[in-house]
């Protein structure tokens, strides 16, 4: 059966089996062993290109710490930035 299928006989359950359908799965889940897929692991998805830019970035933080941004605020930063930039692009008011 594929995924496909599976799907669609998943949605077609009524909702008391859907529950329990879930409860189920999510406990087996729980049980099964770890993935060892490819896509489990993120580095493993990154082309040669990518691979030697997350590298070259990384050998330019371990050389100079400094240079890194922190996280905090990082939300705040991108807003003022999107803000600034619509004002930018918005037309400016003709009276």
């Known amino acids: 059966m ?5 799907e669609k006989k998943i949605r077609a359950l009524p909702r008391h089996r859907l529950e329990r359908f879930g409860e189920w799965f999510d406990a ?6 770890p993935s060892r897929a490819p896509e489990d692991k993120p580095e493993e998805r990154l082309g040669g290109e990518q691979k030697q830019e997350v ?3 990384r050998a330019a933080y ?3 710490p400094s240079i890194a941004t922190p ?6 930063r991108l ?8 004002r930018q692009k918005a037309p400016a008011n003709r009276g």
């Open 2 to 6: 594929s995924v496909k299928e599976l």
């Open 79 to 86: 807003l003022k930035q999107l803000r600034a930039r619509r």
């Open 55 to 57: 590298l070259r970035r």
């Open 28 to 33: 087996f889940r729980g049980q099964a062993a």
């Open 71 to 76: 996280w905090e605020g990082t939300a705040d």
């Open 62 to 64: 371990l050389a100079n």
